[in-house]
């Protein structure tokens, strides 16, 4: 079985900071992609960024510019860095992973969700 655990997540004024961690854990053999999506009310979930298991890096151009994304491959986490806030930043940010496990079988993980919320 495989998991994912965010931490990060909480209540920042606009133009602040926050950094997300996720986690992968379980009968790992090996992880792709990992990455960030995120999805505001009455929105549909959107990628936020993603790099794959050789440091290519995607994210969606609302973030670029204030978002990074990074990897430890040894310790199978992800983490994301959001700096200059903004209220339409606001949204529950899934962590997402392409992992192949013990068994050979490949299959995409979510995490269970952190709320970011922007607002003064």
């Known amino acids: 079985q495989v998991q994912l655990v965010e931490s990060g997540g909480g209540l920042v004024q606009p133009g602040g900071s926050l950094r997300l961690s996720c986690a992968a854990s379980?009968?790992?053999?090996?992880?792709?992609?990992m990455g960030w999506y995120r999805q505001a009310p009455g929105k549909q979930r959107e990628l936020v960024a993603v790099?794959?298991?050789?440091?290519?890096?995607n994210s969606a151009d609302s973030v670029k510019g204030r978002f990074s994304i990074s990897r430890d491959n040894a310790k199978n986490t992800v983490s994301l860095q959001m700096n200059s806030l903004k209220p339409e930043d606001t949204a529950v940010y899934y962590c997402?992973?392409?992992?192949?496990?013990?068994?050979?079988?490949?299959?995409?993980?979510w995490g269970q969700g952190t709320q970011v919320t922007v607002s003064s």
């Open positions: 790099m794959s298991s050789n440091g290519n890096t």
């Open positions: 997402n992973a392409d992992i192949m496990n013990s068994r050979g079988l490949m299959n995409v993980y």
């Open positions: 379980g009968s790992i053999f090996s992880i792709y992609a």
